[in-house]
Every structure is written in structure tokens, then in C-alpha cells.
């Protein structure tokens, strides 16, 4: 008998390009047909044949508050009785622009878009013109959203122009992307040395979040700052992930870096499609229509999107929101690295805030070459087992999870619990 996620999946293979409408979606990485969802509430998913799933992947972030919060789908309701869209400005655009500069004070100015890889795609092309200079540098293993100077791989040298990792972008376009190793700080230097001047901005993810979850080196974090300031390149952190989820200030705050700008997304639309970029003034005053980078979006603004951010943001500012947040994720962490280890497979973890990683390796990676030496055959029968035991984490071993608030002390225990089987069947035997 199939299951109705079988059937749907069947169908939507016929009308959708493999089914789904974004890749990983598709479960390719981990094998097997992806689940189709029906209902959210709090921490919990239900699937289109009624199963359900503690869900860990918060929909790649935005769901912060757990599922259908009551507080944010009041306010969406009501706003969405006004009018779902105006294309004309409203007040609810300036209230959103003065929280999200309360909270991450670097944004002096701020622009909403309606996704991540709008925010990052419009942050570069005002770097570009605010410096007149066109190299972009990236980092191995970091998505910024799939705009063409952003999916570009390094190329035969690392210090040489890159090659486009996806087909349909130029090789003139990838050209002016350098991709460097993340955490590579001598690399760092050698780079600026060679061309600093030439370089109109670099974009990082603070945290990465996706090659699964790897964290900075200060001294790596502090050179590129230093860098970018003496050479006068553009120093973007793209947050779109990490915003209001590794801390209310976001990465920035935690390690104490002020970026020139900043991209959001996710979070700040609290499961509705906004994103936004700002940061230094004088750099944002080069948008039209006050300067000459061009720059619009049809629903950029629109006033159901931001309620339901605004009121998501709210409920995260009460006092020991994020507190509470890292403790229950670093909870998560540490009892799958105990179940793990009880069941002698190779296995570490880590948190930063809301969001982990897992690794079938010895130790946590600190680069994209050491993600890739886990060991993703484990990763993938593990996912299966926890999976058909009702806990739904992200479907591919280069994804970082996300703990909501909504997630309780039950939901941990049950899911170490559904982990201790999930080991000690991977086991070696
Ligand atoms: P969107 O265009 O998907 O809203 O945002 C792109 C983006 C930009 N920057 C960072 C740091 C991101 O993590 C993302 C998107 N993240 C992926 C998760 N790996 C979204 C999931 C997907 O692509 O379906």
C-alpha cells in the first residue's frame, strides 16, 4: 500500500521539476520519497497519512516559536483583513525597519526583500557600486542563496577567478567570485595582499549553516574584519540563517564583529516570504531612489509578510529567550553525543544557539574538506531510523538543525530516545 506522500510525490513529479520546489526538498541526498506535510503545531508536523514528527528542521529556520504560534497567526489574520498587499508604503515597514535596527544596531538603513537570496544578491550589487569595484569573495561550503555571482565554485588555483557550480551561469559572471577556504585566515591575507584593492566585497555566513553547521575562528573572523577595513571592501554577514537565532543580535552580537552589511531572511518573516539587507548608510543612500544601484521587488514590504515577522520578533525579546533556546538545543546535542557514544559509533555535535549540527565523525569540522570526510552513508540510515521513529530531521548530512521554543524537555528525551536505537542499529557490527 503506498503511503499518500508516495502518490502525491508520484503526481507532483509530472508537473513540478522532481517534484518539489526547492532541491533538498527531494530527499536525493538521503534516498527515499519526501514526506508531504499537512499541519504544524508547536514542535510538532503532521505528514498527509496523519504520522507525526518532532520537527527539526522548523522549515530551514523560520519557525523559531514552534508551528502555528497564536499570537503570530492572530495577527496575520487580522492584517490580512485589511488587504494582503498595497504595493505602496505602509507603517508596518517603518515599525519593522526600527526593530530590526534596535536589534542589530549595524543596520543603520535597511531595505526588505521578499527572500534570502534577494537580500544577499541586492547586498552585493550595492557593494559593487558603492566601491565601482567588481570582485566578490565567498567561502567553500557556504550558501548564500542561488543568485548567479553566488554559485560559483573556487577555481583550479584557489586565488584564481572561479568557475560556475551551477549550469546557466557564465563563466564571466563566475570569473569575478573568489572562493576561499572558510577559516582559512592565512589565505585571508594572502588574497588581500594580492588584490585588496580590487575587492568590492566579501560575503560570509558568521556561522555556517550550510555544510552543516561549522563555526568561525576569531582569529579568522577578526583578520577578514581588519582586512575589509583597511582595503575598503564591503564586509557582508549574511545572517539569513543565523539572524535572531544564534542570538537576539545575531551573530554579529555573539562575537562581537560589526559587519558593514548585513542580509536576513528567514526569522524576520516568521515563516512568511521576507528577507532584507541593510547596514552602513552611506552605502544604502546608492539605492534608487535616492542613487544609482537599482533595486525593487513587487511585494518587498508586504504587510502580511511583516506582521507576521513583527509579531514573530516580539515574542523573542522576552529576557531569557535565547538562553532558554540554547540550553534546550545544547541539551539536544549532548544527549545524542551520549547515545552515540554508548552505542561505540563514531559520532560528534555541536550548538551555537538554535541551531546544530551532527556529524558522523570523530570531531566537529572546522572546514568544508572536513565536513566532507564524515561519514554521510551513516548519516543517511540514521536518518531513516529516526525518521520512520517520528523525528524529522533535515535530509542530507550538510544541513544544520533548528530548535524551536515550542520544543520540551519530552520532545528531547523521546528523540534521545528514538537515537539510542538509531545508533546502535548503525553500529559497526
Ligand atoms: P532563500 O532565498 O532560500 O530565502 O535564502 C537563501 C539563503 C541565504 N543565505 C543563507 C545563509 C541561507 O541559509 C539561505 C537558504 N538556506 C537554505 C537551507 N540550507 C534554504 C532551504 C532551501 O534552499 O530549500
Known amino acids: 500500500m503506498t503511503s499518500k506522500s508516495q502518490q502525491l510525490f508520484e503526481k507532483s513529479q509530472q508537473l513540478i521539476p522532481g517534484g518539489v520546489n526547492s532541491p533538498v526538498r527531494a530527499f536525493r541526498s538521503v534516498g527515499g520519497t519526501p514526506v508531504f ?10 505528514d498527509v497519512d496523519g504520522k507525526e514528527y518532532i520537527d527539526y528542521i522548523n522549515s530551514w529556520g523560520p519557525m523559531i516559536l514552534g508551528h502555528a504560534h497564536p499570537d503570530v497567526i492572530k495577527a496575520v489574520q487580522e492584517v490580512a483583513a485589511n488587504s494582503l498587499s498595497f504595493g505602496a508604503p505602509t507603517g508596518l515597514e517603518l515599525e519593522i525597519a526600527e526593530l530590526i535596527n534596535k536589534l542589530v544596531p549595524s543596520m543603520e538603513q535597511v531595505r526588505l526583500v521578499s527572500s534570502g537570496t534577494e537580500a544577499t544578491m541586492s547586498a552585493i550589487r550595492v557593494a559593487r557600486g558603492f566601491t565601482g569595484r567588481n570582485k566578490l569573495v565567498k567561502f567553500e561550503g557556504c ?3 542561488h543568485s548567479d555571482a553566488l554559485l560559483v565554485k573556487a577555481g583550479s588555483g584557489l586565488l584564481t577567478f572561479g568557475e560556475p557550480s551551477s549550469a546557466g551561469v557564465p563563466a564571466e559572471v563566475a570569473a569575478h567570485t573568489l572562493t576561499l577556504e572558510y577559516n582559512n585566515t592565512q589565505q585571508l591575507k594572502d588574497l588581500f595582499e594580492a588584490s585588496g584593492d580590487e575587492i568590492a566585497c566579501v560575503i560570509i555566513e558568521p556561522v555556517v549553516g550550510n555544510m552543516n553547521l561549522v563555526v568561525p575562528h576569531m582569529e579568522f573572523l577578526q583578520t577578514l574584519r581588519d582586512l575589509c577595513t583597511r582595503h575598503g571592501a564591503v564586509l557582508i554577514f549574511d545572517e539569513v540563517m543565523t539572524g535572531f537565532r544564534v542570538h537576539l543580535g545575531g551573530a554579529q552580537a555573539l562575537y562581537n564583529i560589526r559587519p558593514d552589511i548585513t542580509t536576513l531572511g ?27 544601484v537599482y533595486q525593487a521587488g513587487t511585494l518587498s514590504g508586504n504587510p502580511v509578510a511583516v506582521t507576521a515577522g513583527l509579531a514573530t520578533l516580539k515574542l523573542l525579546q522576552t529576557p531569557d529567550f535565547h538562553a532558554k533556546l540554547a540550553a534546550q538545543t545544547k541539551k539536544l546535542v549532548d544527549g545524542l553525543v551520549s547515545a552515540a557514544r554508548e552505542a561505540g559509533v563514531v559520532f560528534s555535535a555541536q550548538s551555537v544557539g538554535g541551531m546544530f549540527g551532527l556529524y558522523f565523525s570523530e570531531k566537529c569540522p572546522t572546514s568544508f574538506a572536513e565536513v566532507m570526510q564524515a561519514n554521510k552513508e551513516q548519516f543517511n540510515q540514521f536518518f531513516h531510523l529516526m525518521l520512520d521513529a517520528g523525528i524529522y530531521l533535515a535530509p542530507s548530512a550538510f544541513e544544520a538543525g533548528f530548535v524551536s521554543a515550542a520544543h520540551t524537555d519530552a520532545d528531547i528525551a523521546f528523540t534521545i530516545n528514538a537515537a539510542k536505537a538509531a545508533f546502535k542499529a548503525v553500529a559497526p557490527k
Open 37 to 46: 506535510f499537512k499541519k504544524g503545531l508547536g514542535s510538532r508536523l503532521w
Open 266 to 292: 528567514k526569522v524576520i518573516g516568521g515563516g512568511l516570504p521576507v528577507g532584507a539587507f541593510g547596514g552602513r548608510k552611506d552605502i544604502m543612500q546608492c539605492l534608487a531612489p535616492l542613487g544609482a
Open 143 to 145: 550558501y548564500h542563496g
